[in-house]
């Protein structure tokens, strides 16, 4: 069955600092990855995904992940953190197994250190 | 073009109680999704219409949930009669295809007491 690990259920970092948040997945076949973000008071947001094209993946507000399959992971990374990007953060996966359900980690909070 | 909208934003009710969540989504959008985050826990799929009819409904988590798009449009997700257990933030989601990207609602933050 799918799941996906997400490392570390708080990050803290200082504005203008590495962003690394850690997800990790598995999946008996070729998935498809996403990284969500939710702020507060407001619904989730795609950041990224990940459907089998480049490897290293662009998304919205700066923000960017690398598959990397010998390691199952898809980590979200920013070079530099804002204080605006204080929110949760979840990773998930789909496929085709899985009728592309979305199958979710259980979610980053990234706090912001002025 | 507006976006998944939910209804209510909140609510409160006691165990016992009958309660009734409603998703618009977006216009167009054959694909609808539910999902449920308990507190602390991770977002949980519940199930999954392409128009009106249910393609998965796998991840309901008991008889007392009751899904329905009647039409093909909105959707509602009643729960009756309620539980503590069933606190928690209701997503609702849409897509084009179903293997497209989902767009979210809001949520209803669901508090029994």
């Known amino acids: 069955a799918q799941s996906v690990t997400q490392l570390g259920s708080h990050v803290s970092v200082s504005e203008g600092a590495l962003v690394l948040l850690r997800c990790n997945y598995s999946?008996?076949?070729?998935?498809?990855l996403f990284w969500y973000v939710q702020y507060p008071n407001q619904g989730l947001q795609l950041l990224l995904k990940y459907t089998s094209a480049a490897t290293l993946v662009k998304g919205i507000n700066g923000f960017e992940a690398e598959f990397k399959k010998s390691e199952t992971s898809f980590h979200l990374t920013k070079p530099s953190a804002h204080m605006s990007d204080a929110a949760e953060y979840f990773c998930a996966v789909s496929d085709r197994r899985s009728n592309y359900q979305l199958i979710w980690g259980a979610g980053t909070k990234l706090i912001i250190k002025p | 073009e507006a976006g998944v909208t939910q209804f209510p934003s909140h609510s409160v009710i006691e165990k016992g109680q009958t309660v009734t969540l409603r998703c618009d989504p977006i216009?167009?959008?054959?694909?609808l999704y539910w999902y449920r985050r308990v507190m602390g826990k991770e977002i949980k799929f519940l199930l999954h219409?392409?128009?009106?009819?249910?393609?998965?409904e796998s991840g309901m988590p008991n008889n007392r949930f009751l899904a329905e798009r009647t039409g093909g449009t909105y959707s509602t997700l009643k729960v009756q009669p309620a539980e503590l257990e069933d606190s928690g933030v209701y997503f609702c989601?849409?897509?084009?295809?179903?293997?497209?990207?989902?767009?979210f609602g809001p949520g209803t933050r669901l508090t029994v007491t």
């Open positions: 219409f392409v128009k009106e009819s249910k393609q998965d």
């Open positions: 989601a849409s897509s084009q295809e179903q293997i497209s990207e989902q767009y």
């Open positions: 216009s167009g959008h054959d694909n």
């Open positions: 999946s008996s076949v070729p998935p498809y």
